[in-house]
């Protein structure tokens, strides 16, 4: 979190994003110390202390070392370009209609935290601005996105907000792999399901408890003309 809020600090010189984040880890805590203890950013420079203060060296060590791990995916090329920046004017946006679009190959599994980060920068902007015209969410594969964070907990919040989410999936067991005990909420907060004919037993059951029991009376015709219920 302190190297998060150091890096604000630097957003005029173009370094306020996550590969940034990456290199000032990558300095080793001999540079670090310094550099954040003297941070513009109070509130970063008081975390750091805090953090020195409450923990080991070797579970920093430890901690440095899972980020980097985790980080990795910004020391690409491209993926550090395309993050390192938005030209958006998101004010601009709140007076015209637009499409935003995002797209990431589902077989790129290394690219689910970007477009999980991404999908919250899109909650984040439409509950920021109120914009002249409703705003629709149609998230297709919603599971390949990777796990957006308090999604569920959104659900009833979108929609008091007037904000529609469309969303769809293969199988309930990718919301469950992706979203564990929260994948519930998905199939319970809609308030319109399409469901497909199902390829398994399970799904095929699943949708049957879902849809319930029904009594109803058919009433037929038989040869001789009379009326059989």
């Known amino acids: 979190t302190a190297l998060i809020l150091h890096s604000f600090s630097e957003r005029n010189n173009g370094s306020c994003h996550i590969a940034f ?13 310094p550099m954040l203890r003297r941070s513009e950013v109070a509130i970063a420079a008081k975390l750091y202390e805090a953090f020195i203060e409450n923990s080991a060296e070797n579970q920093r060590s430890s901690i440095a070392a899972g980020l980097l791990s985790r980080l990795s995916i910004w020391n690409a090329p491209r993926i550090r370009e395309l993050t390192r920046t938005t030209d958006l004017d998101f004010e601009a946006l709140q007076e015209n209609l637009f499409t935003w679009y995002i797209a990431v190959q589902a077989d790129r599994f290394e690219l689910k935290p970007i477009s999980a980060l991404m999908f919250n920068s899109v909650f984040l902007v439409i509950r920021k601005y109120k914009f002249k015209h409703p705003f629709k969410i149609l998230a297709d594969e919603l599971p390949n996105q990777g796990r957006v964070s ?15 989410l469309t969303f769809g999936c293969q199988d309930y067991k990718q919301l469950e792999n992706v979203y564990g005990s929260e994948a519930p909420l ?3 907060q809609p308030a319109i399901k399409i469901i497909f004919p199902p390829n398994d037993l399970e799904a095929a059951e699943r949708t049957s408890r879902a849809l319930g029991m029904k009594e109803g009376r058919i009433t037929s015709v038989t040869s001789s003309g009379q009326l059989i219920e």
């Open 21 to 33: 984040v990456l290199d000032l880890l990558g300095k080793g805590a001999a540079q670090l110390a």
């Open 150 to 164: 308090d999604l569920a907990q959104r659900l009833t919040i979108l929609r008091h907000d007037g904000i529609s």
């Open 186 to 188: 998905f199939a319970s």
